[in-house]
């Protein structure tokens, strides 16, 4: 049964930055394009940023584009998120997800597993 563990969330100051962590366990995770999402109290879970299976591709929602970094290391199953600058609108629960193909990687309905997300607080 896949397994993916987020980790790396928290308070901080607007400005700052922070480095999530989504570790993989039950699926081979170089098969698996990642993507991140964030969710906001009241709003729909939205697409942040994806990552193709060898890490030749990358994709930036135009909000955190410039400002978060997408990086994987296959031999530690791992995809990050690093996250500078960081807003106050940046507030929200993120999550990992993995998918199959290396196509559509903006939507959410296309990834098929999900971690349970971890909390980042933006204070201004």
């Known amino acids: 049964q896949v397994q993916l563990v987020e980790s790396g969330g928290g308070l901080v100051q607007a400005g700052s930055s922070l480095r999530l962590s989504c570790a993989v366990s039950g699926r081979t995770f170089s098969s698996q394009a990642m993507g991140w999402f964030r969710q906001a109290p009241g709003k729909e879970r939205e697409f942040v940023a994806a990552?193709?299976?060898?890490?030749?591709?990358?994709v930036y929602s135009d909000s955190v584009k410039g400002r978060f970094t997408i990086t994987r290391d296959n031999s530690k199953n791992t995809v990050y998120l690093q996250m500078n600058s960081l807003k106050p609108e940046d507030t929200a629960v993120y999550y990992c997800a993995a998918k199959s193909g290396s196509y559509y990687l903006m939507r959410t309905y296309d990834y098929d597993a999900w971690g349970q997300g971890t909390q980042v607080t933006v204070s201004s």
């Open positions: 990552i193709t299976q060898n890490g030749g591709r990358t």
